[in-house]
C-alpha cells in the first residue's frame, strides 16, 4: 500500500487538465483547509475532491468490491477514510465552502465533470468568453 499514491493521480491529473482548459484557476492539495482538498477554487469557494471508488467505498460501484482475503481489515480502513471525508466536507460546509466530489467511475465522461463543477459554481460552461457544448469529448 506504500505506492497508493494519494496525489496527482490520473484521474486528478485529467480533472485538473479539463478544468484548466474551462478557464478555471485554482489551488492543489491546500493543507489550510480541512480533508486537503485536491483541488480549491478560491474565486468560488469550491473544494473539489476527486475519490477512488475502492478507496472511499463508492456506494452501488462495481470498483468498489473489498477483496476477499482480509474483508475485515478492508472494511474497517474503507469505513475510517468515509468517516474522515464525512468530516472533511461538514468542516468545509461550516466555513462556507462548497464541495464537489467527483467518484473515479464518474470521469470517463468530461460533461459529467463540467456539470457538476458548473452547477456548484453557478458558472455556465464558457471558454474565453463563448459558450461550449458539454456533450462529452
Known sequence: MSRVRGRNT????RVRKLLH???YRFRLHRSDL?????????QHK?????????????EGCKRSKLPETRAEFWTAKIEANRNRDTVAVNKLAEQGIAV???WECELRNDSTIIDRIAEATGRG?????EKTETNGS
Not at 460552461?125 to 468568453?129: F, L, P, S, V
Open 10 to 13: 490520473k484521474p486528478e491529473l
Open 46 to 58: 469550491l473544494a473539489v475532491f476527486v475519490h477512488g471508488c475502492f478507496w472511499h467505498g463508492h
Open 21 to 23: 482548459s474551462l478557464g
Open 100 to 102: 464537489v466530489t467527483l
Open 125 to 129: 460552461c464558457e471558454k474565453n468568453g
Open 34 to 42: 480541512p480533508g486537503k482538498p485536491d483541488i480549491y477554487l478560491p
